[in-house]
């Protein structure tokens, strides 16, 4: 909602107070104010002028020399490309020197030969914006009535030196949809009263009801209907004032008429509806649902379709408007108009919603039906627009009205005690404080005993339970002014478990390790619901699925995470890494909640490394991720416990698969997705794991111990040994690291080899042992030693033979 500041001092008195102090207090008391804007702040030098002369230009065919009278001394000359500018015309002159929006500054200039003295402007050069603009000075400059005095600033003629106020209103506080709504506000705050517009008029011997009748055949959304007959209206524009008010408030001027609608529309938050009585084509108006594929064309030309869910003016026959949206090409005022039907109602929010949404027309009007209207306001709206019409349109106001009244909106009326405010706020206000608040919200309050009887406006219908008055109490009273206390009772000091801890050293450890976190649906379809789970067990199936894409339970992570890769492989991102920390669901028994576990997996693809200018590129593999889950398993202290175990899984390729163990138990797995399911995603190289987290975290963890950097040098001996080619590197490390003894201090494995020069079914292992002490520097004879334990080990225990 737009505020003008000038306009609002109409209703109550701001003396005493500026723009920028009242937007302070209204954001105080509950309705935020986004921002106040002065439309010509940083703008200077723009006066209205008058066209004595304006000829073409001798060397120009789209520029026009024109004189301009601005009140100075003599008249100036200005160049001018509008193709409407015209001897006679008030027009708005920037004059040499100004400034206009954008820092744009006026200079004396040539065109094509001729002195210019300034600029002839348009609206949209004085930052009006476009669409904001009256149709017929969309395209050129606008020209000031012919009463406006030259040389008077052009900026306060078009309200460009008001301030604006931005009001940030909720849904419910649609009271505040109407300059008078903000008047009452604003009074509250102050404590000043509201000064409500004064409809003085005089009526024709002629009878309105003589005119049109109306009938309501659908009461509950319609049931309140006020026509108002104005005769003998001259179609022309609004007064300037009028006009103004609406372009700062965000609404374009059409004529006086409809302006007026318009205008009166902002003033009492009551949306009014024009219709030429001519073009109506009867002597009735007939408000009921539409027909099922029944057809009307509205005011922006566009055919449209209504069902019977939409409520409609008609004039008997067929439809002139969609109720609370937009009217009917068929009824449009138009220039020829001379009579008019002032529509004034009250329909039910709902309805008019479900038309603006099906027909996709959200409209200043649908917007405050949808959110609730004051009914008490109708009647007064309908007479003030006949007033305006009368007094700015020539028109006739016929007597009396024609209407349909079945209106049964009664205020709220609500009790509450002084103790019950004052315990819900932890204040001390006193009775006379409340009375006073709630009687310059407009609230009529009788004190009966200890109970507050309130009976509130039917311009407040936000207002129906008792903590609704608490909270007025509270937001007037002032905020600032309620006492902050802290909790009573024993308190303990928040902090994360252990388990949460690792959680997040867990996360922190696979972001570190170039892994982005992913949070994917714990729901999916049947066919992945098992895929690559850990436990096999059945599916747990949703009772009321929305879908069958999302009707189980799921029982691996990695699924989820794999059609994320393939969404971003698809949008051309080729490298992913991603990890998730979440929840998989097993099945129990006897119609159990299913069981809810933790894991954490991951899925990467692409290159790991790419360093273009160094030629450099390096591919995801197995060992990339093994290295992440190592960095896992460090982080978390249970890189003792682990082991890794070749495997053949489901969905796994079955030469680049390893189950992994945590003393001795499978938690889980590491690998390459198998090509043929890689194939059907769509995916290139991608390697995975999934593990127990709860198990991880729950492992026994050694206290961190420390010891001192050695400070005797240390002995390393490789060793390459022949063994069958099922051996596994991890079996002859383990027989080496028991065989070594307290002196072998590391064991890893760093070649592999299975060329042409190896027997058939053998391949040679390399390791490489280090050995020290750190007490003291080791001889080579105990190096040897313990060396030869080593070699002798492994050929009893896994029929290793030294390579030659």
Known sequence: MFVSYKWLQDYVDLSGMSCSELAEKITKSGIEVEGVEKKSEGLKGVVIGHVLECEKHPDADKLNKCLVDIGAEEPVQIICGAPNVGKGQKVAVATVGAVLPNNFKIKKAKLRGEVSNGMICSLQELGIESKLVAKEYSVGIFNFPQDAK????????????????????????????????????????????????????????????????????AAEDNPLYIAKIVKDVKIAPSPL??????????????????????????????????????????????????????KITTLDDTERTL?????????GAEPVAIAGVMGGANSEVKEDTTTVIIEAAYFAGPVVRK???????????????????????????????????????????LAGTSEYNNMKMEPAVISITLDKINTALGTNISAKEVTDILTRLGFDVKVEGEDFVITVPTRRGDITIEADIVEEVARLYGYDNIPSTLPKGSATAGALTDYQQKRRLARRTLEGAGLYQATTYSLTSMEKAAQLALEKRE??????????????????????????????????????????????????????????????????????????????KKAVDFYVLKGALEALFAALGVTSQIEYRQSALE??????????????????????????????LDLKETYVFELSFKKIAAAEVEPISYQSIPRFPSITRDIALVVEQNKAAGELEAIIAEAGGALLKEVHVFDLYEGEHMEAGKKSLAFSLKYFDPERTLTDEEVTKAHEKVLQAVADKAGAVLRG
């Not at 996709?360 to 019409?389: C, I, N, Y």
């Not at 747990?540 to 929305?546: G, H, I």
């Not at 390729?653 to 059907?680: D, M, S, W, Y």
């Open 307 to 315: 069902t019977a869910n939409h409520l409609v003016i008609t004039n």
């Open 355 to 397: 038309a603006s949404k099906d027909h996709g027309l959200r409209s200043e009007a649908s917007a405050r039906f949808e959110k609730g209207v004051d009914p008490k306001r109708t009647r007064a709206a309908g007479e003030r627009a006949a007033q305006l019409m009368a007094q700015y349109a020539g028109g006739t106001i």
């Open 150 to 217: 030259v040389g008077e600033d052009a900026l306060e003629a078009l309200a460009l030196d008001d301030e604006i106020l931005e009001l940030s209103l909720t849904p419910n506080r649609s009271d505040a949809l109407s300059m008078l709504g903000v008047a009452y506000e604003v009074a509250a705050i102050l404590g000043r009263e509201v000064k409500w517009p004064v409809i003085e008029k005089e009526e024709a011997a002629e009878k309105a009801s003589d005119y049109i009748s109306v009938k309501v055949e």
């Open 651 to 680: 969905n796994m390729h079955p030469g680049r698969t390893a189950e992994v163990l945590l003393n001795g138990e499978v938690i889980g797995f590491v690998g390459q997705v198998h090509p043929t399911l890689q194939k059907e």
């Open 241 to 294: 004032w009028m006009q103004t008010r609406l372009m700062n408030a965000g609404i374009r001027p059409h004529n006086n008429v409809v302006d007026i609608t318009n205008y009166i529309l902002l003033e009492y938050g009551q949306p009014l509806h024009a219709f030429d009585y001519d073009r109506l084509g009867s002597k009735e108006i007939v408000i009921r649902r539409a027909k099922e594929g029944e």
């Open 539 to 616: 599916p747990v199936r949703l009772a009321m699925p929305m879908s069958e894409e999302r009707s189980q339970l799921r029982m691996s992570i990695l699924p989820s995470l794999l059609e994320a890769v393939k969404y971003n492989n698809a949008r051309q991102i080729d490298s992913v890494a991603l990890y998730e920390i979440g929840s998989v669901f097993l099945k129990q028994e006897n119609d159990q909640l299913p069981e809810e576990r933790e894991h954490v997996a991951a899925a990467i693809t692409g290159l790991w490394e790419a360093n273009p200018w160094q030629g450099e």
